[in-house]
């Protein structure tokens, strides 16, 4: 499984990121945290991050994106990992499917966590109350003045970013508003939708295999250029999710808020008829 949970500073990335790896058992590969890291050990990309950091701002793209790509090869990536705080632009997220690409990797989820802008001081500002009671270091950014910057940062570079997986059917939008508990049934929910599709796809794909070894040439050849294996089962688990994402779980009020965004893009009419058809 490889995600990318997208949002704001205080969106809760972290905090889902982490019952993620709990549950699936793949890592989590936090840029901020790998930053922090280097900072901290005062290496080369450490001292090239630290007043970028400190002032809100976003750390180049070469810089964040060789981080990246070298913790992927990293034997514990695997299995599969979730992406918190990366990509951030949409340079990254092309270098990120590049990457990819390269490795015969499949990306199966863009989850956008959308939040009201409104709560995201007030929740840094407890995170911050919270780590001090705990003993912890403040992070130097985690400032009302700073997280002014990091937010504009955020809706300038790496919002278009929502665009991005949009059109590429990738990105599922969970509210962000629910409790920490809601939000994390709702991400399970969407990824099980994937997963069953997935398999759903791999198991067709199975039995179609020895039925095409007898078919005649031309029709097998039919069969595999019109509707490649590959494509179609990411395109079946993008749709079941999408789907899924669209169903809000019993007792949740509103699991999912696309704000008029072009997230679960297919038409409301065709929807409504699979839906009666189900
Ligand atoms: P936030 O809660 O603001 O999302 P992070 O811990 O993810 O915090 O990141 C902290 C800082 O690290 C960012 O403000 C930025 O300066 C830097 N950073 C993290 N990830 C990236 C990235 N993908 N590209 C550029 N800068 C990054």
New binding site residues.
């Given amino acids: 499984m490889r995600i990318i949970l997208l949002g704001p500073?205080?969106s809760g990335?972290g905090t889902q990121a982490q019952r993620l790896v709990q549950r699936y058992g793949i890592v989590q590969l936090?840029?901020?945290?790998m930053?922090?890291a280097a900072v901290a050990a005062g290496t080369p990309v450490g001292l090239r991050?630290k007043d970028?950091?400190a002032g809100?701002?976003?750390?180049p793209?070469e810089v964040?994106v060789g981080v990246i790509a070298d913790r992927i090869e990293q034997s514990d990536a695997r299995k599969g990992f979730i992406l918190?705080?990366?990509?951030?632009?949409v340079p990254?997220a092309e270098a990120l499917d590049d990457l990819l690409k390269q490795k015969r990797l499949k990306l199966d989820a863009v989850i956008e966590l959308r939040v009201n802008e409104s709560a995201l001081l007030q929740r840094v500002e407890t995170r911050v109350a919270d780590m001090r009671s705990r003993g912890e270091e403040v992070r130097v950014?985690d400032t009302p003045e700073v997280l002014t910057k990091?937010l504009a940062?955020y809706r300038s570079l790496t919002e278009p970013l929502i665009h991005y997986y949009s059109e590429r059917r990738k990105l599922l939008t969970v509210d962000g508003m629910m409790t920490i508990e809601q939000v994390t049934r709702e991400i399970a929910r969407i990824l099980a939708a994937i997963v069953a599709a997935d398999a759903k796809a791999a198991e067709k794909r199975a039995s179609a295999k020895p039925a095409a070894k007898g078919t005649p040439r031309r029709a097998s050849r039919k069969a595999t250029k019109s509707s490649p294996a590959g494509r179609s089962s990411a395109k079946k688990a993008a749709k079941a999710a999408r789907k899924a994402a669209k169903r809000p779980a019993k007792g949740v009020k509103k699991a999912v808020n696309n704000g008029g965004r072009k997230v679960a893009r297919k038409p409301a009419k065709k929807v409504t008829k699979r839906r009666r058809k189900a």
Avoid at 30 to 33: L, N, R
Avoid at 84 to 89: K, L, M, Q, V
């Fill in positions: 500073p205080g990335k936090s840029t901020g945290e930053l922090r991050a970028i950091m809100g701002g976003l750390v793209d964040v918190d705080g990366f990509p951030r632009t990254q950014d990091r940062a």
